[in-house]
């Protein structure tokens, strides 16, 4: 969108800050993290290699990469306060984005105030914690302790159903966490660089960014893709349930995107890792159907919505790899903020670097000449 005046609506079209860390081109259906296409680095790095990637620019050796895993492991224990919390949100059936922007704020208990990189790491072991252990909670299920022997992925599959989770569902989870752990300058994003940026906290501006993945326009619900999936049942009732939502005028969920104009390259990765891990570990009918409805959604919208080219999104590889993970679909965006803190703290760890204040303007268009009426007059 142009700018009229100096002035671009949503800030639109308005590079705000320089990166490292990811390249999105929407026209061209393109991201690239910290130098690697999507698609060879989300399919084959574990999640603490993409973590140490994010933060220092580079792939780690053996022994970082060891030595990171080791330290997240030790630091996934709540504080005893963060816990209490939880138990409290619980059984007013708090919604678990809000329960972990709540719980978020505690993340720092304990650590020390200026080593900024272990409080990085301590948000990280700890958001995948808290989690875990509030989905149990509202399960009214016992808490299960984070186990120092899995990796980073595996540890949250385990405290979440108690059993040690296959291979294939830990490669799937480490590719979508890898997928979603960075994307550009988005809202939430951009909420935690402004806020590093007046020189606050890592764990404010976690929180501030969990704030803003909340949002509906932001952090989206990938579960109702997959709802029109089930609704369908069997492929022969795709194109009349699909054909009958649009002559409704119903969106269709999971196609479409603000910023991609072709296939999202996120949907493009997940939609191989989930039939990698269904093929070894779940349902291959269901995402069979998942594809089956997929091809007719675009050939669909491609007749009734010509122009627009309406391609598969994030969101619906996303709900179908979730739900092959056994995970409800209330804990779909708190996973999704799983991956991306690791790219909000390297973006705080850019900006801080960067060490200017985020301070754009805003132009005034009220009224100039209000007259004052003393209060006994009004």
């Known amino acids: 969108m142009s700018t009229q005046n100096g002035f671009a609506p949503g800030l639109e079209g308005i590079v ?67 816990l209490n919390l939880l138990r409290a949100a619980a059984p007013a059936q708090t919604t678990p984005m809000d329960a972990l922007r709540m719980a978020s704020a505690t993340l720092d208990l304990g ?42 992925a595996a540890n949250f599959l385990y405290m979440l159903t108690g059993s040690p989770p296959s291979d294939a569902r830990v490669r ?59 609704e369908i049942g069997s492929a022969d009732r795709a194109e009349a349930v699909l054909q009958a939502k649009l002559d409704a005028g119903e969106r269709l969920m999971g196609f479409g995107h603000r910023v991609y104009k072709v296939r999202d390259p996120r949907a493009e990765v997940l939609s191989a890792a989930a039939e990698k891990m269904y093929r070894a570990d779940g349902d291959m009918a269901l995402y069979d159907l998942a594809k089956t409805v997929e091809e007719t959604a675009v050939r669909l919208l491609a007749i009734h919505k010509p122009g627009r080219n309406l391609q598969t999104n994030v969101e619906f590889y996303t709900a179908l ?56 007059e009004r």
């Not at 084959?44 to 053996?62: D, I, M, S, Y």
């Not at 501030?208 to 893709?225: E, F, Q, R, V, Y």
């Not at 979730?322 to 390297?346: C, K, M, N, S, V």
Request: proline share 5%; aromatic share 6%.
């Open 172 to 230: 799937g989870l480490e590719t979508y966490l890898n997928t979603v752990v960075d994307h550009g300058l988005n809202a939430s994003t951009f909420a935690a660089r402004v806020i590093i940026a007046t020189q606050s906290d890592l764990v404010s501006a976690v929180t501030g960014a969990i704030g803003a993945l909340k949002g509906p326009l932001h952090g989206g619900a990938p579960g109702p893709a997959l709802d029109t999936v089930f």
């Open 321 to 376: 790899l979730l739900h092959g993970l056994g995970l409800e679909t209330d804990i779909f965006t708190p996973t999704f903020a799983i991956g991306r803190t690791a790219g909000w703290l390297a973006h705080c760890f850019e900006q801080i670097k960067y060490g200017r204040l985020i301070r754009p303007q805003s132009r005034y268009i009220g009224k100039m000449d209000n007259e004052w009426t003393p209060l006994a």
């Open 16 to 82: 705000a800050a320089e990166t490292q860390l990811s390249h999105v081109d929407g026209l061209k259906g393109e991201l690239v993290i910290a130098g690697f296409p999507l698609a060879k680095l989300a399919a084959n790095a574990a999640f603490e290699e993409t973590v140490f990637l994010l933060w220092h620019g580079r792939l780690p050796t053996k022994t970082e990469l060891n030595d990171l895993k080791n330290e997240l492991a030790a630091l996934r224990p709540l504080p005893t306060a963060t």
């Open 111 to 152: 650590s020390s105030k200026g080593d900024h990189l272990n409080t990085a790491k301590m948000i990280i072991a700890r958001i995948a914690t808290i989690v875990a252990s509030y989905h149990r909670l509202r399960q009214g299920e016992e808490l299960i302790a984070p186990d120092p022997n899995l990796s980073h």
